[in-house]
């Protein structure tokens, strides 16, 4: 999980895809971009998939997940929030129609604070949950993905895991004196600690950002021992370090459950529930 740091906020993704999102970062910062305030498409909602067997006719749900994890609705990748994606999960547990839930996933991961919303939701499950992972589920996405009574890839070269954390801080100051811009910070007397593992980096000590890191992966690692509980066969000292597996390597680890396609997913329901 990777985490980017400022004043009041903290970020995970994977590092491989955090670059595609600078330029947005960029346009915002520059005041150029434009926001899509038009609603999600039909296709980034939830829908339902029919199951006919010789017995009657059942219904999937199938609720996705795309681009950075965030957890609020993203109208520009036309992609839903993880608040959207917990009541989707709270619906259909109340919809008597939907036997079972996949959770489709193609994610390098987003929001630290955001993944836990979808987890939660999951573990109120009263049906059955298939987390299935298009091409890719990284750090905040896997977190969530680990609840899942099942963890589906759809090619033995998707990329699982990244769990672990990491922080990336830009030291703009030099660049903004350039511009003739300083910074100066004014804090209460009574707020000797806001802000405080930011200024001790600033000041050159890396170890208070550290320990905060070290909270945000003993929670990953935890949450991801307790959804996978005894289907992990590797101790937390190989998977947890923020490695990322290919989907067959994940395998062999219990970090996943099998490779398949997603057509053939809907079968899982009636074989393994």
């Not at 006719?57 to 994606?85: F, W």
């Not at 008597?96 to 979808?118: L, T, Y």
Request: aromatic share 10%; glycine share 6%; hydrophobic share 40%.
């Amino acid at each position: 999980m990777k985490v980017l740091f400022s004043h009041s906020s903290i970020f995970s993704i994977h590092p491989d895809f955090i670059g595609n999102y600078l330029p947005i970062v960029a346009s915002h910062l520059k005041g150029n971009i434009q926001m899509n305030s038009e609603p999600l498409s039909e296709e980034a909602q939830p829908f339902s998939v029919s199951v006919i067997s010789e017995e009657n006719v059942k219904q999937i749900r199938v609720i996705t997940l795309t681009g950075a994890v965030t957890k609020y609705d993203k109208p520009c990748e036309d992609s839903m929030g993880t608040l959207s994606v917990a009541r989707a999960f709270d619906r259909a547990y109340a919809d008597d129609s939907i036997a079972g839930i996949i959770f489709k996933i193609d994610s390098p991961g987003g929001e630290a604070r955001a993944s836990n919303h979808v987890y939660q939701a999951i573990e109120r499950r009263n049906k059955p949950v298939i987390a299935y992972v298009e091409d890719m589920a990284c750090s905040a996405a896997y977190y969530m993905a680990s609840a899942a009574d099942l963890i589906i890839a759809n090619y033995k070269l998707a990329r699982i895991g990244c769990i672990g954390t990491m922080t990336t801080i830009y030291d703009q100051r030099e660049y903004l004196k350039k511009l003739g811009v300083v910074e100066d910070e004014i804090y209460s007397s009574l707020s000797t600690d806001k802000n405080s593992e930011y200024r001790a980096y600033l000041d050159g000590n890396k170890e208070p950002l550290i320990a905060m890191l070290d909270v945000l992966s003993e929670d990953f690692i935890s949450q991801v021992e307790k959804g996978r509980g005894d289907k992990l066969n590797k101790d937390r000292s190989e998977w947890g370090t923020g490695k990322t597996y290919f989907a067959d390597e994940a395998l062999n680890i219990g970090l996943i459950d099998a490779i398949d396609q997603f057509e053939n997913v809907v079968n899982y329901f009636s074989s393994n529930f």
